[in-house]
């Protein structure tokens, strides 16, 4: 859906945000979540709206949406294609900006952040997985995984170290030499994890990361992550079509229509999935 | 506890950024020469179009003195033979400056005090000023102004009644024509007219007297032969009466009255019958294409001129002492002094515009330098634009704006460096090349390397520096957009 507009930032932003700053004031402290659940919020949506002027025409990819996302969750998001859910994705990751409401990333105001302090947040607490790798052409694998660490200021023989115990994790030590271009789809993304992981990040969000993959690889991707997010205790926010998601996932999420439709735990799914696959085309 | 505790994100090294850059340029080797060439083609350009005014320029000093040097002689010999119309002297006092040889020679030949000179030098600036001006007209419009006349009379004519206002109305009716001073000034110089006239002919009898001195020195002989004597008792004669023939001017003027008698000698004896059939059979020519240059091409080496001088004596001519290193060396001197000539031909207007090339040059110099923007401009533009998705996803990385910009511009200027270098190396090569076309062995001793070189920096740094900045606009705007705004633009 984001794909196919071209964003024109609406005048509604600035009072977006005006509105936004009551919103906050008037937001109480997180509280644990109803049936003694006591983990910590880490991503708080409250009231998130998105919409892309184009040729005068109002289009809304996000109309209000409230989620709360706890510490060391797996949770899969849901829903057909122009659904909303990349856009979620991008606001919940402070790679753009809503046209109202707010994002809380353990409870700062993704908005409040300045420049330096959004990039110091990409690069060191959020992990980014896409669908197509977007890994950088002209570097070699270890070179991908190592430029987030040299954005952080990591000296080139610790981020040469760490970023080749990095590609042992998801086995590609042996090609640390190859760029982009010369691996396979499943080989790109694997170093495409590696790289999202470059500064232990508390957070991961990947939107469809097996997408692309045939069924093998993307078993192989999801069991990888599945193992960061068990071993290492990373938040892991992933946009998928993937059925298999169901199995790895804590909490499932479904958007439709720039809404959610609705949150489950996995247990309580198991029994309708056939009512989902109806809803994948 | 909290899970993320955000800070300032640091700033990248430079030595790092310029590591990722250079593994760019190094990935993208095709885009980035491409790159290059753009603007190695356009700094070359610049590079040519300044290269070559800087050597015209430079050469056409040098033969402009040469030619001066060679033509001494010449000069002196007319001088002491005729005493030239009131325009020659009116044009050529015109331009004199107060303290140089030819207005202290106009004042002691006139007989004129100091202060009376410096009037007759105003007038006379004055006069040379509208001669040019009317010189200059075409003819239809100066026919419409002051009908036939020409020259000095001019202002005769203007003083007939009526003249003067039919000249103002049609000075009037010429918009496009600018005339020196104000039409009151040139009133007052025409009602001055004959008063001035009359200085000028003085002036003008002065050097009638004078001349007539000298021709009694002559005593029948040549001019030029008397010249080569310029040092000596000539010398003498021809200061005492009256003209300004200085030490270092004397010795100058006696070597080339020398040369040109020389040469008056060899190119007298061309047209002896058994000389020129000798030469044609030489040559395998028919004698009537024997020619004065004919002549010059062949006596230019030592065997020739040998062979030609054993022919004069066979002839029973007077070689006048003339030897074989003399000859050869006085060929060389034609052929120099041919080239000169056509270099004074080929030089055009040299005056005015930016560093004196010339107001043609200088605008070709602002249109290469046009190109050159737009060329740089338009290929760092490319380069970036093609380039978004990759800068979102740096931002995702944890890039900042700033070392997303320092990426680009320092590619850009690396780019830059290597083109410019290029571009201004290739640049003065052709400019050389064209040059020594154009003016063949003159340009020998007359490049000027100095000027060139500083050319050649300037203009590398116009293409680095015109990179980077075609660089900072498009990659700050890139740079600023969030990163999924970048990535969408794609």
Known sequence: MAKKNKATRTSSEKGGTAQVATVAQTQPQPAARSGGDERRVIIRAIALKKSYMQKEVETQALRGVNVEIYTGEFISVMGPSGSGKSTFFNMIGALDSPTSGRVFIDEVDVAQLTAVELAFLRCRKIGYIFQSYNLIQYMTALENVTTPMAFAGVGPDEARVRGMSLLEIVGLKERWFHRPIEMSGGQQQRVAIARSMANNPSILLCDEPTANLDLHTGREILTILQRLNRERGVTIICATHDHRMLDICDRLMWIRDGQIERIARRDEVHIEVGAIDDEEH | ?490
């Open chain 2, 1 to 490: 506890m909290k899970v993320i505790d955000i800070q300032q994100q640091p700033t990248m090294g430079f030595s790092r950024t310029l590591s990722i850059t250079i593994i760019g340029i190094r990935y993208r080797l095709f885009r980035s020469l491409v790159t290059v060439v753009v603007i190695a083609v356009a700094v070359a350009f610049l590079m040519n179009i300044v290269g070559e005014s800087l050597i015209r320029k430079s050469v056409l000093e040098n033969s402009a003195d040469r030619l001066r040097e060679l033509r001494h002689a010449a000069v002196w010999a007319a001088r002491l033979s005729v005493p030239g119309t009131a325009e020659d002297i009116i044009l050529n006092l015109g331009k004199a400056e107060p303290d140089s040889p030819l207005y202290q020679e106009s004042q002691v030949l006139a007989g004129f005090d100091p202060g009376e000179m410096q009037a007759v030098h105003e007038q006379v600036c004055r006069a040379a000023e509208y001669l040019t001006f009317f010189g200059e007209l075409d003819y239809g419009r100066r026919r419409r102004m002051v009908a036939g006349a020409e020259g000095s009379d001019i202002f005769r004519s203007l003083r007939e009644t009526g003249r003067m206002e039919r000249f103002e109305d049609a000075l009037a009716g010429m918009k496009s024509v600018r005339f020196p001073g104000t039409i009151e000034q040139f009133r007052d110089f025409v009602g001055q007219w004959p008063e001035i006239e009359g200085r000028v002919q003085r002036i003008r009898e002065g050097r009638r007297q004078a001349i007539r001195q000298v021709r009694e020195v002559l005593d029948g002989r040549p001019v030029v032969d008397a010249l080569t004597d310029a040092t000596g008792q000539f010398g003498q004669a021809v200061r005492a009466a009256g003209f300004r023939l200085g030490e270092d001017e004397a010795g100058a003027v006696a070597r080339e009255a020398r040369r040109m008698v020389d040469v008056r000698i060899l190119e007298d004896s061309v047209n002896k019958p058994a000389i020129r059939k000798a030469l044609s059979s030489r040559l395998d020519v028919l004698p009537a294409d024997v020619t004065v240059q004919t002549l010059w091409d062949f006596v230019g080496s030592r065997e020739n001129a040998e062979w030609y001088l054993a022919k004069m004596r066979e002839g029973e001519l007077d070689t006048a002492g003339l030897t074989v290193e003399r000859t050869v060396e006085l060929a060389g001197v034609d052929a120099e002094f041919a080239s000169l000539v056509r270099a004074e031909h080929l030089g055009g207007d040299l005056s005015g515009g930016f560093l004196g090339v010339g107001e043609r040059m200088t605008w070709l110099m602002l249109v290469s330098m046009l190109v050159c923007v737009v060329g740089i401009a338009n290929a760092m533009l490319m380069s970036v634009t093609e380039r978004f998705r990759e800068i979102a996803t740096l931002k995702c990385l944890g890039a900042l704006d700033g070392s997303i910009m320092l990426m680009f511009v320092l590619e850009a200027a690396l780019l830059g460096v290597v083109g410019g270098v290029m571009g201004a190396v290739g640049g003065v090569l052709i400019a050389l090349g064209r040059m020594i076309g154009s003016f063949g062995s003159l340009m020998f001793g007359a490049t000027p390397a100095g000027d060139l070189t500083a050319a050649a920096i300037a203009a590398t740094v116009v293409g680095v520096v015109l990179a980077a900045v075609a660089a900072v606009y498009p990659s700050f705007k890139a740079a600023r957009l969030a990163p999924m705004e970048a990535m969408r633009i794609e």
